[in-house]
């Protein structure tokens, strides 16, 4: 079990989201962590000490002036004897407390006592994310080696509030603390992956070719946040003009049946995410030498000829690996047609994203995704494509952790 003798110093504080704390507490207990938990006075409007007691098996704390509890400092010993704080949900209240140093309760006390690392789960309304405020605040955090995770996009509680500021789901917090608690954080250590990469291109003629539009740079920033989790990683990389990621072994294909050759060689696996943009269709006899303009003259039809889908040929392969990842770039119907194609394809999420020109996402640096899974989906805010890969690397770590 990845966590097994881990104590992890679970801080709830007051919002609706806190009724996600007590499936977390499930989770880190099922992966052999000891959880010690703190609500505050406002958490304890959501959900009761009694429930999280019953799910953690560990007294939980709530008052900073405790005579039994604060007989021997206790917030002191809470925050120093665990290997991590996670606060989930973390309010803009809470944050603001530990941004300027406060300490007039139980979890702000033990924040600014310990010298552990500290996993943020925020979870607020919208707006109060965005707020100016909010934002210096997390900053300042940040600044202070304050770990996030989320928060999410989607429906608030309240009827009506939509947008960036939903507390993420436990599985995600997991795989995050996974991530800072694995030795050396190599939670995918002697996991082996195949990621597949940019375009292919299928030549007409030895000048021209047939592409889709990909410039490598998620699929790349995939295969390097894989490897550094652990994971001995073969990326399979179409004509790009970036580097090569380091620590990871590149083998660097052309066309579509090239690279269906090179995932193949690759397994079996523990997983494989199939990033690249190939091309449907190739030419079906590709001329030999360049195909000359004549004046007057329509060009000569091409005959296409479908290309090998690699996804489904791995998402249904004899040597399937374990978890299955696909990305549908869609620039309409984004959430039905990632549905069709994770039915079709054969894989466990498919990561889908609106590529439309006026979303800057194709060659661009940020990206804005939604996975799509036997689950449902879930929405993830507007990243860097380097956020976007490291937490779908802790994602897969954790996919593959709870997959024995």
């Known amino acids: 079990m ?31 962590a000891s959880v010690r938990p703190i609500l505050s006075q406002a958490a304890q409007e959501f959900i009761t000490p009694l429930a999280v007691g019953a799910l953690s098996a560990s007294h939980v704390y709530t008052d900073l002036f405790s005579r039994e509890d604060e007989q021997d400092v206790g917030h002191i010993r809470l925050a120093r004897e665990c290997d991590l704080v996670l606060v989930a949900p973390a309010t803009a209240d809470l944050m603001a407390k530990m941004a300027h140093g406060l300490a007039n309760d139980l979890p702000s006390a033990v924040l600014l006592a310990t010298d552990k690392p500290v996993l943020v ?25 304050i770990h996030f995770i989320g928060p999410m996009q989607g429906e608030m509680a309240e009827s009506g509030e939509a947008g960036t500021g939903r507390m993420a789901e436990p599985l995600e917090i997991f795989a995050a603390a996974i991530q800072l608690l694995a030795p050396q954080g190599q939670p995918l250590a002697g996991k082996r992956i195949v990621v597949t990469s940019g375009p292919t291109h299928e030549p007409i003629d030895p000048v021209r070719y047939i592409a889709n539009r990909s410039s490598g740079k998620q699929g790349h920033a995939i295969a390097s946040a894989l490897a550094k989790l652990g994971a001995e ?9 970036i580097p090569d990621p380091k ?53 000569a039809p091409l005959q296409l000829t479908e290309n090998p889908d690699i996804l489904k040929t791995v998402g249904h392969h004899a040597e399937r690996p374990r978890f299955v990842v696909g ?68 994602l897969i770590a954790e996919k593959l952790a ?3």
């Open 247 to 299: 620590g990871v072994s590149t083998v660097h294909v052309e066309t579509a049946e090239e690279m269906k050759a090179a995932v193949l060689s690759q397994l079996p696996c523990d997983a494989a995410v199939m990033v690249a943009a190939v091309a449907d269709w190739r030419v079906a006899g590709a001329a030999d030498q360049k195909i000359k303009k004549q004046p007057g003259e329509a060009p």
């Open 121 to 145: 789960a925020p979870a607020m309304n919208p707006k109060m994310w965005e707020a100016a405020p909010t934002r210096r605040n997390t900053e300042t955090l940040r600044q202070d080696g």
């Open 402 to 404: 709870s997959s024995g």
């Open 327 to 394: 990305f549908a770039a869609e620039t309409q119907n984004v959430e039905a047609n990632g549905r069709r194609k994770l039915e079709a394809k054969g894989a466990d999420i498919i990561v889908a994203n609106d590529v439309s020109p006026a979303t800057g996402i194709m060659g661009g640096d940020r990206n804005r995704v939604k996975l799509i899974s036997a689950d449902g989906i879930a929405e993830w805010p507007d990243m860097t494509k380097e956020e976007v890969a490291e937490r779908l690397a802790c």
């Open 233 to 241: 990683v073969t990326l399979v990389s179409g004509p790009v003009t």
């Open 2 to 32: 990845e966590l097994a003798g881990k104590h992890i110093l679970l801080i709830i504080s007051g919002g609706i989201a806190a009724y996600k704390s007590l499936d977390l507490i499930r989770r880190l207990r099922e992966r052999g």
